[in-house]
């Protein structure tokens, strides 16, 4: 069965700062990696997905994850980070082309000070 | 646009009642994903169905059930309810899966309190 790690469970960072989310997964085939954000009291959103093709993936709200496959790696970045982005961060993974739920990282919680 | 809908919004029992919440999903979607998150947790995948047939199972209790019916709603039955189930259940759908580029829709969620 497959697994996903987010290495930082809580991030406090300050307005304009860059950001980087770890994500480490554990599965030996084709998957589809997923960033989702969960804005306090809202549902989950999509942010970005990778399914194949260029490893580097551009989402919403200026954000982009870059798949590294000898790291099994997915890791979230944003530039520079706003006040709104105070959020709870979930990578998951879910195998290639099948019917499968996803499976979720722990999460992070990210904190943008003003 | 028409997003997946989730009934009721928040419901509270007691412990060793049943409860049953219900998912709408997108129109065209297929497949419905059901979700637990407890407090301060990530989302755990329960169960899901495709075309009216289960598909995959998760960590979901012998307790509960749930079906998918002709209009692809779906519908998650919890029995003898537990402290330990109060949380925030969330619905997602897609397209079928082989055809669904992957990225589901979630609901708002259902947040049950057990007590």
């Known amino acids: 069965a497959q697994s996903v790690s987010q290495h930082n469970h809580h991030v406090i960072l300050s307005e304009a700062a860059s950001l980087e989310l770890g994500c480490n997964y554990s599965y030996g085939g084709t998957v589809n990696l997923f960033w989702y954000v969960q804005y306090p009291g809202q549902h989950l959103q999509l942010l970005l997905k990778?399914?194949?093709?260029?490893?580097l993936v551009k989402g919403i709200k200026g954000f982009e994850a870059e798949f590294i496959k000898s790291k099994f790696s997915f890791n979230l970045r944003k530039p520079s980070v706003q006040w709104s982005d105070t959020a709870e961060y979930f990578c998951?993974?879910?195998?290639?082309?099948?019917?499968?739920?996803?499976?979720f990282g722990k999460g992070t919680h990210l904190i943008i000070q003003p | 646009a028409a997003g997946v809908i989730q009934s009721p919004r928040h419901l509270i029992k007691e412990k060793r009642e049943t409860a049953t919440l219900k998912c709408y999903p997108i129109p065209r979607h297929d497949t419905v994903y059901w979700y637990q998150q407890g407090p301060g947790q990530d989302p755990q995948f329960l169960i899901s169905f495709y075309e009216k047939m289960q598909s995959d199972k998760g960590s979901i209790p012998d307790r509960f059930s749930a079906q998918q019916f002709s209009d692809y709603h779906s519908e998650l039955n919890m029995s003898s309810l537990e402290l330990g189930d109060s949380a925030l259940y969330f619905c997602?759908?897609?397209?079928?899966?082989?055809?669904?580029?992957?990225?589901?829709?979630f609901g708002s969620g259902t947040r049950l309190t057990v007590v």
């Open positions: 997602a759908s897609s397209l079928a899966p082989g055809l669904s580029d992957g990225g589901y829709t």
């Open positions: 998951a993974v879910r195998p290639g082309g099948g019917a499968d739920g996803l499976t």
């Open positions: 990778y399914f194949s093709g260029d490893p």
